[in-house]
């Protein structure tokens, strides 16, 4: 490998004095010894290595990740200086407004930065610029406690990037100052957003992989010397084990047998004396099986796999007896063998080698394994390797049934022998260089798709199935001698494409975010979190085969996951985000806000996330769904629609609501404080695509929603029933298009809707009783109807969107409980009310100005069912909900198994009425009648649930 070409021009940078918190030290090498020296006495303490999430490994092995302060593979405890170096105190009196960020992103992943290594989940760094650039102003302190790569840190420093702040269709002036493009009477104009300059981050996550990727991702690399110290250690591989690799090209049988004659011998085989060598680019294996008929062994690739087809056949016969077959008829064929490394004895699925591919110049060729290639696989396979190299059992996990089902119960059995000596020939070396952390990525960028989880596809494609440890019958591990040099070429690419990033702007902390230490209150600019989601995503478990290699693993005790293996539910999923999003909230400034990206398809993550959020303290303030096809968002009305990637945007009240609300204690004014506060944080207005979308936070029902949510938070019985808020609005807040908005407010949504033919639609789904009620409430307000007319418009709206455990109502009970009839013969029929008469009249030539009292207009009115003015909606909510309790008595009262069908909205009535009268165990107690999908589905239900267990538990 002498000859390989350098990787960058660049000379080796001069280091000389540097300046890291506030100290200066003669060059950055005595700046990493000084820090050095004091993390290890740290990891001397036990109760340092008591704290939550601490992961596993020795002081050793922890040191020689970290690059103290910048980065430590343990909880970082320089995260303190770094905020009071670089972070602002919180002060109530320096103004600070800002609307959710609820514009179209849509950013595409072909970047360098964002492809140099995999991950299970990423959000593209320029997708997090926009939020950054919304919600922060430069050298404002960001956090990310869930970091994954780290793309916030990429994020936060890309601000002061003038070429990329530009590329994302911003216009940047002389002076810094940010343009974005806004319609506005019908032409663009240019309206000031931010200001150029990058934002300082704060990364934590409780995978040590995770943080070693974020810190390379994020902190300036001595290019020349990472080039110089790659290709030199790449040389050295290849002369120790370059051999592994040569195949011959077109071989004679006489070249064959002079092969055999070389790999034989005790010296290290030269294929060169044979014929013409070239090097091996990958091998695709296949399992082996026995015929179920003959008890003949059968390779798999050779029945199943028709590559001029480009098919996989599901029917095959057998080579030997002709048997028809299928896979799920064979039998796997096992090979026992003496382990070294582990002193056992192995069982593994028997795979052969079937194809190889190998170049010769530009030109590349395929092969079926001749002897020699055989006999050279066998020769690999009895030779020792002299480097360290990771032998940890598999973890039990949900996981890891795959790999263990073919017998990979060890990590370094998910490779094959020489990938695993290049491996760890690799490392060895890496591990003394100057560049040792990006050289460390090196190999953990490879190291899944150098492993058997790498599969065959079709037109010979490969790659690891996502998100789980598949391992299939035809495996395609790349060389990792083939693959290295790309993948160092690919980092240096990245790394070079970020020449702006300054040592000390971001800070990396190996910690869960159940306990963020260090990180004081109050003290943080701006959050952006993705975390974990439920079941999707078995984070520790897909980052294994990474840490083992690094040597420091996951703490899996505080993973905010779902998992059987873990003997964790969603209840204790939802436990520790809400512990996460408590820290969050503790540590973020008053007024300022959060974005959660969340990725989960089951209504009952979704509702636990929601709750997690709420409990913390947080207000959700927009909702949106990303559209991956359409790249814009949608206002999500319902958990039936949680399809899509989601935006939450929530924030964190200003320190003045919380005092005011601790001072009147839960009465009727401060529902009204709350709501005018709130109001606040919403955007005004919607647009996309040049049209007014509903801003669905600013929706009656679900201003009430958090209403409840920040009383039950709070621990205090809601002041106003929903009718009572109903007409408390009406009376204090301007409403537009089926929204409320604040005076001011309504002036700026006046001038937009005045500029756009179209009003905003608002989309209803009906999955429940509550929601039902909601459709028939908009449907009515537009068009007072008779059953007839309603029936039909109805039946159409309920779907595959009905949660499976609610009871579904007539629609006749339903409009006898919550809306009017009118009848000429009733003793308020002597006029048709005014709702009917504004429809009738507007949309029947005949019936315009008639008088309310006409008979005409009373006989096209008779039947029309109509939604009540507020005095009559109280009177009906109460008959209403004396009949939920009523149903609820019933719920309490049941004995035996739990509860198949009932009505959520009985359900909700009898906890909103246990809270009102502090009667915690009548909630719990019923909880545990409900089916808990149907409990951890419904948001409301789960919220007076955990306040109730909480409560309960401390005595509240």
Known sequence: MASTPS????????????????????????????????????????????????????????????DPPYYTACPNPFIEDFIKHYGTRYNPDV?????????????????????????????????????????????????DGFCGTGMTGVAAQLCGDRSVVASLGYRVEADGQILAPEQTDGESVWRPIARLGARRALLSDLSPAATLISYNYNTPTDLAVFDMEARKILSEVESEYGWMYQTLHDPTDAQIAAALDEIERDTIPDLTVAGVVAKIAYTIWSDVFSCPECAEEIVFWDVAVNQEANEIREEFLCPQCSAALSKKLLERTWVRAHDKSTSSTT??????????????????????PDRADLALFDRIEKTDIPHWFPTDALPAGDKMGEPLRVGITHAHLFHTKRDLAVIAAFLDRAERAQSSRLLKLCITSLLVYASKASRWRLENKSGPLSGTWYISSTVMPLDAMTILPNRIRRLAKAKASVPTFRAGDVIVSCVSSTHLTNVGGNSVDYLFLDPPFGANLMYSELSFLWEVWLRVKTAISSEAIANKSQNKSLDEYRRLMTLC??????????????????SNTRATVWNGIQTALQEAGFVVANVAALDKKQGSFKAVTTTTAVKQDLVISAYKPNGGLEERFARSGGSEESAWDFVRSHLRYLPTVKL??????????????????????????????VPLSSQEFQAGLTQRFAERDGMVFLSDQVTEYDKKRHQIARAPQMELFIADERSAIDWLTDFLKKRPSTYQEVHPEFIQQLGAGWKKHEAKPELSDLLEANFLCYDPKSKDGYEVPPQIHSYLSTNWADMRNLDKTDERLKKKATGRWYVPNPNKARDLEMVRERALLKEFETYRAHKGRRLKVFRLEAMRAGF????????????????????????????KLLLWYDQALTLSETGG
């Open 7 to 66: 990787l960058f021009d660049d000379e080796p940078l001069f280091s000389g004095p540097v300046e890291c918190l506030g100290q200066t030290f003669p060059n950055d090498d005595a700046r990493r010894e000084h820090y050095l020296a004091i993390l290890r006495e740290k990891l001397k303490d036990p109760a340092f290595r008591k704290i939550e999430g601490f992961p596993i490994g020795s002081d050793e092995d922890i040191l020689a990740l970290s």
């Open 95 to 143: 103004p600070y407004s800002k609307e959710p960020y609820v514009a179209d992103v849509s950013e595409g992943k072909n970047d360098p930065i964002y492809n140099a290594h995999s991950y299970h989940t990423k959000v593209p760094h320029k997708a997090i610029m926009r939020y950054l650039l919304h919600y922060t102003q430069p050298g404002d302190l960001v956090f």
């Open 347 to 368: 069982r593994l699925a028997k795979q052969v080698p079937v194809l190889i591919n190998y170049r010769i110049g530009r030109k590349g060729f395929f092969k079926k």
């Open 581 to 598: 999003f408590l820290e969050a909230f503790r540590i973020l400034k008053p007024g300022r806000w959060m974005t959660v990206e969340f």
């Open 688 to 717: 996309q695509h040049g049209q007014l979308e509903q801003v669905v936070e600013r929706e009656p029902r679900i201003i009430f929603d958090r209403l409840v949510a920040w009383f039950v938070r709070h621990s205090f019985p």
């Open 912 to 939: 909103r009425n246990a809270w009102a009268n502090k009667d915690y165990a009548t909630i719990i107690a019923v909880a545990k009648k409900v089916p808990e999908e149907a409990l951890q589905e419904d948001e």
